[in-house]
């Protein structure tokens, strides 16, 4: 029986390096804050069962943004000091609430108190105060951007305001930044990022205006993404003041450029926002942006650790796709599509310009990547207005090819009007297995001695007609080193080379359906339902006896694996724990364990096969050039990788 890790008591996902957030937004009386702080310390007790380890609250959640010159009142202030008194009653391991505080000189700041561990660990005031349209804050406000304070309270007991503090919350590191600070050229939370904030807050009381909504959104999610960080945004509800304008308790949560969470707005109750970070996804991130490392840095921030933990997870209040390079959505992934079409047949054209030749070579195999490679040349000499007839594909059956495949191609090139030339590789491949005194096994010279024949004479006629030979592997089959060494591994030009396996099913059905006349769209729908196979063993009855991802495993589950370690730099734990919950119901804890040590077994024994690729385009996030995003030692070690997944179910069994 498949054991879901969503449903494994034993698993916590806080030690993957996941924390829970919420943006909340509370019912709220204006210019009561000993009222508001039980509102909120209701909602906190809410958040803290779920789960949640941050609750970040709206700006001036405690007095209400729109109390006006109820700022100015001693009875306001007095009774916002009791309440964050109360609030630090709050159980979750840190809360973000907003408050007015008073200075001892008189001073008026608009900030975010800090909350943890049962008292105030500090507060950050707002930098930039709006005092334009229909704000004013600066009536009632100065800026804290130079605000250096100590303060001892006899209740609240002794913390700073000032910006530049960051938050303990476990290993990770928490700032803040209020509402306008978002908006600014450089913002506050832009220095606490750079400062090592993992997760920056911003408490917000932004009114609704017709299409703001989008340009927050948009904000918030572009912000994270320029900062490597999680971003909580928690803003004013619907019963501020409306006496000129509304507000709507927009509640946002994003990570790196992808918007987690929504709210719906315009609710006249509190409503909370939980989502889950991944954290260790933030940090390789940054590692690998050197831009992120060179920037400058403001004076060394104050570290605040009260030795706050992450509440343990035993579920996650998020998804991860079975198919991560695969967009879920119908028209992204269609914009998607025509654009990784155009980054290869682009690519390949401007390699022809630099070659000075006007004709390519294909070896058409009639499988789904030397077809989505045929696609793509297509494509290149269109764009350089050169004929069909420049594309020569040869279609090379040699001992293992079935009548299908050959059949796919023939007809791929009829419905296309592309000079199809047929050669038989079997007398070469006789002779040559001859030569070298093999005994007929189908191992594995019998299977390169095919591969190699066949790479011979599409680079031979590629001399021979002055055109360049157009690669057909793809990126799955590159992490996997699932081609033959200076074989199909080589080419002049790989137009597939950061495709993977999930990808390629996906252009050719999508080119089916929006690109192709109706003769050529039945041969993809064939070449779709042909089985994926290398076809160097001989066929049974007729039909493919070697197929892949019965050897080396579903291509779904590698791609998987594949997208976690490359892009996130996920442990193997971790990615495993990740498929678990993504496959539930598809492949068995074992299945995927049996496959996760194929890949790394695979991955990291196959280098040699990627340091000597041919070039190739870029076209997603992911790819294994050695001159561009991926480089590494054919030597590296990986027993460790092995030793970590093999003990993965033993811990689980010991777990239960």
């Known amino acids: 029986m498949n054991t879901a890790a969503s449903d494994n008591p034993s698993m916590d996902f806080s030690s993957l390096g996941f924390a829970r957030v919420a943006a909340a937004t509370p019912k709220l009386t204006i210019g009561d804050p000993l009222a508001n702080a039980r509102e909120i310390l209701n909602q906190t007790q809410a958040l803290e069962q779920e789960g949640v380890s941050l609750g970040v609250f709206p700006e001036l959640c405690l007095s209400g943004y729109s109390a006006e010159d109820l700022f100015f009142s001693d009875a306001l202030l007095r009774d916002t000091r009791a309440a964050i008194q109360t609030l630090c009653q709050s159980k979750l391991p840190l809360i973000a609430v907003g408050a007015p505080w008073r200075l001892a000189d008189g001073r008026l700041l608009n900030c975010a108190v800090v909350i943890g561990a049962g008292r105030v660990l500090g507060m950050i005031p707002k930098s930039f105060l709006p005092n334009y349209s229909e704000y004013y804050e600066q009536r009632w406000f100065v800026s804290g951007s130079d605000i250096n304070e100590t303060e001892v309270d006899p209740d609240l007991g002794t913390f700073h305001i000032r910006v530049d503090q960051l938050f303990a919350l476990g290993e990770y590191w928490v700032g803040a930044e209020i509402c306008e600070d978002l908006w600014a050229p450089i913002s506050p939370g832009t220095h606490a990022a750079l400062a090592g904030a993992d997760i920056v807050c911003n408490l917000s009381a932004s009114n609704e205006l017709i299409s703001k909504a989008e340009y927050r959104r948009n904000l918030v999610t572009m912000t994270s993404a320029s900062n490597f960080c999680g971003y909580v945004y928690a803003s004013a509800g619907a019963l501020e003041s409306t006496k000129d304008v509304v507000y709507g308790g927009h509640g946002l949560i994003a990570e790196a450029g992808t918007l987690l969470a929504e709210s719906q707005r315009f609710g006249l109750t509190g409503h909370t ?189 590629a001399n021979k007609i002055g055109g360049i030979v157009v690669g057909t592997g793809d990126l799955s089959e590159l992490a996997l080193g699932w081609a033959t060494f200076n074989a199909d591994q080589m080419a002049n030009y790989n137009v597939n080379a950061s495709v993977p396996k999930t990808m390629m099913a996906y252009l050719v059905r999508w080119y089916a359906q929006h690109r192709a006349q109706t003769d050529l769209a039945v041969v993809l729908q064939d070449v779709l339902a042909t089985p994926i196979s290398p076809e160097l063993i001989p066929p049974e009855d007729g039909e493919i006896s070697q197929r892949t991802e019965g050897l080396v495993g579903p291509y779904e589950l590698h791609d998987f694996f594949l997208y976690h370690w490359l892009r996130h730099g996920a442990t193997p734990t971790k990615i495993f724990h990740l498929a678990r919950l993504s496959f539930d119901g598809l492949y068995s804890q074992e299945v995927i364990q049996h496959w996760m040590l194929q890949f790394f077994r695979r991955f990291m024994t196959q280098q040699f096969k990627r340091t000597t690729l041919p070039p190739g385009p870029k076209v997603g996030s992911v790819s294994l050039s050695p001159r561009g995003d991926w480089r590494m030692p054919d030597e590296a070690g990986f027993q460790h990788l092995l030793a970590e997944v093999s003990q993965l179910l033993a811990h689980e069994e010991k777990a239960g």
Do not use: W
Request: hydrophobic fraction near 40%; charge should be negative; aromatic fraction near 4%.
């Open 273 to 461: 926002l939980v989502s889950d970070l991944d954290l260790p996804r933030l940090a390789h991130d940054r590692r690998l942006n050197s831009t992120f490392a060179q920037m400058p840095r403001q004076r060394p921030f104050r570290r605040v650790n009260a030795d706050l933990t992450v509440a343990p997870l035993p579920k996650l209040k998020r998804q991860f796709s079975k198919q991560p390079f695969v967009p879920e959505d119908e028209d992204e992934f269609a914009a998607r599509a025509q654009e990784i079409l155009q980054i290869q047949s682009t690519g390949l054209a401007r390699r022809m310009l630099a070659a000075n030749c006007q004709h390519l070579v294909i070896g058409l195999s009639g499988g789904l990547d030397s077809t989505l490679a045929f696609l793509v040349a297509k494509d290149a000499l269109a764009k350089l207005s050169l004929p069909a007839e420049h594309l020569v594909a040869l279609t090379l059956p040699g001992p293992g090819t079935t009548t299908g495949t050959l059949s796919n191609a023939h007809r791929l090139a009829q419905s296309t009007g592309v000079t199809l030339n047929e050669i038989s590789i079997n007398a070469a491949v006789d002779q040559h297995l001859s030569d070298l005194e093999h005994d007929g096994a189908h191992d594995v010279v019998f299977e390169n001695a095919q591969a190699r024949e066949r790479t011979q004479i599409l680079f031979n006629y």
